[in-house]
Structures are given as structure tokens and as C-alpha cells.
């Protein structure tokens, strides 16, 4: 029960000061506008050749999960910040568990993601793109999980990257520009149009079984085996974030 508690505080202390100054929160909220304005003039021109009908039914999902990718891989810059200001430490002697401050603040970067997500798809009513509504659920459920275990690592390594914090913008950009593009967010990868090499690449990277979940998902196709392997691929990140971050919370020293 404490931790649940502590959870919830943890949540409060990091959406709170937000809250209270939310020019950057706005901004945060208008990256899906510029998606959408940037993309909508190509994908109109696209037609059905992403095997979909619609452009945006290929498009939407893929462009969620890269809001995932790019929102909550940052999210470990803000504790960097506190490093550098001392309110980490100070909060490390507070009687707050430290399993809950880092799901706490996991789960607020997934909160700001989830409103990005709604926005996009209010923004995509008018147009010929399909909502399923319980599959559009299933989706931002998967996403869920899936921003947890991707912020749950990027805090993990702000917490080892704490003395020579250039090395967590440097690991950070290595390993997330790799897996957006493996991952056939912009582009798709198949065994016909790509290298042996990139296809196989991309077929190691679970990022790419996230995409295709929740392609399957917001088409309203639960019964493809794409979609259980995409939840696995979501939750072993999300497991591995969650425990390697504990881990690392528990071990920090004031």
C-alpha cells in the first residue's frame, strides 16, 4: 500500500511543476500537430499502397509508437537536471520509496504521451482514417507498457551516466536512431523490398513487433500472431526497464 502511495507522489511531484508552468508542456503537446502538417501532404498522395486502404490506418499507429520512442527515451535528461541542481540527492534521503519515484516519474512521461496520442486521433476523425475503438484501446494500452519500459531505461542510464553526462546524449542518440528506422515506423521493411541484412536487422529489433502490434491493433485485427508478439516484445522491455531502473535507484548513494 505505501508504495502505491509513494507511486502516486512521485507522479505528483513530476507532472506538478509542469502543471504550474505549462509552456513546455504546450510545446510538447504541438510536436503531433507537426506531424500531422508535415506528413499529411505526402501521405494524401499515397493512396492504398501501404496494403491498408487508407494511408493514414499504415501511418497513425507507427507515428505513436516513434512519439513513445522519442518522448520517454528523453526522459532521463530531467534527472540529469535534478543531479545537477542537487534535488535528486535531496530526495534520495526522503522516506519515499525508490521502486515508486521511478514508476512515478515513468508514468508521467507515458501520461504526456497518451494525451499526444488522443490528440492525434481527434485531429484524424474528419479524415477517411478508421477508428476501432477497442483496438484504438488495446493500442494505447500496448504504448502504455511499452513507454514505461523505454523511460524506466532511459532513467537507468541518466542514474550511470550521472559523473560524465555527455555519455547519456551520446548512448541515447546511438541506440534510438537504430531502432526508429529498423523499426519500419517511416518506411516499410519487407523481405522483398529491403537487404537481407537490413531485413534481418530489423527482425532482431523489438521496436519493429511494437509497430506491427499496433498496426494490427488500430485495424481492428486482434487474431494476428503479430499482435502477441508485439505484447511480448512490449513487456520484456517494459520488465527489463523496470527492474535494471529499481535496481539502479536502490544503489543510488546521496
Known sequence: MKVITDTRTAFAREL???????????FTMMLPFLFLALFAPLLSGMGGGTGTGSPWQWFVPGMLVLLALSATAGAGASLLNEMSSGAFERLLVTPLNRAAMLVGRALKEVVVLLT???????????????????????????????????????????????????????????????????????????????????????????????????????????????????????????????????????????
Open 16 to 26: 506538478g511543476p509542469e502543471l504550474r508552468q505549462p509552456a513546455g508542456l504546450l
Open 116 to 254: 499526444q496520442a488522443l490528440l492525434i486521433l481527434v485531429l484524424l476523425l474528419p479524415t477517411d482514417f478508421r477508428l476501432h475503438p477497442l483496438g484504438a484501446l488495446a493500442g494505447l494500452a500496448l504504448l502504455t507498457v511499452f513507454g514505461v519500459g523505454i523511460g524506466a531505461l532511459s532513467f537507468t542510464l541518466a542514474l550511470h551516466s550521472r559523473r560524465q553526462q555527455t555519455l547519456f546524449y551520446g548512448v541515447q542518440q546511438v541506440i534510438f536512431f537504430p531502432l526508429l528506422l529498423l523499426s519500419g515506423v517511416l518506411l516499410p521493411i519487407t523481405e522483398a523490398s529491403a537487404p537481407t541484412w537490413l531485413y534481418v536487422l530489423s527482425r532482431i529489433n523489438p521496436v519493429t513487433y511494437v509497430v506491427e502490434a499496433e498496426r494490427a491493433l488500430f485495424d481492428g485485427r486482434f487474431a494476428e500472431t503479430g499482435v502477441l508478439y508485439g505484447t511480448v516484445a512490449a513487456t520484456a522491455v517494459a520488465v527489463l526497464g523496470v527492474m535494471a531502473g529499481i535496481r539502479g535507484m536502490r544503489n543510488a548513494t546521496v
